[in-house]
């Protein structure tokens, strides 16, 4: 069974209504990366998250725990009980 990481930053803005609207989800090529550009984002939303996620490709089953290494500003409770 091979593990695959995949890099994701979410970013999120303030809706009419007062809640947290997540942005599309951006993929990003390493950690690397994808801090690079929560950083970037962090500069024109409210909140933002990088995290890793790992999957087996064959099976298409992925954890279900991300691993967060980027967050800054306002973002969703489940984003707090997360390391």
């Known amino acids: 069974?091979?593990?695959?990481?995949?890099?994701?930053?979410?970013?999120?803005?303030?809706s009419?209504?007062?809640?947290?609207?997540?942005?599309?989800?951006?993929?990003?090529?390493?950690?690397?990366?994808a801090r690079r550009t929560a950083e970037g984002l962090s500069l024109s939303h409210v909140g933002?998250?990088?995290?890793s996620i790992t999957s087996d490709p064959d099976t298409e089953n992925y954890d279900d725990q991300p691993t967060i290494?980027?967050?800054a500003g306002q973002l969703?409770?489940?984003f707090d009980s997360m390391p």
């Open 1 to 14: 069974m091979r593990r695959e990481a995949t890099f994701l930053v979410q970013a999120f803005n303030v």
């Open 16 to 33: 009419k209504g007062g809640r947290l609207k997540p942005n599309p989800p951006v993929a990003c090529r390493s950690a690397d990366g």
């Open 48 to 51: 933002v998250v990088a995290f």
């Open 69 to 71: 290494f980027y967050r």
């Open 76 to 78: 969703p409770a489940e």
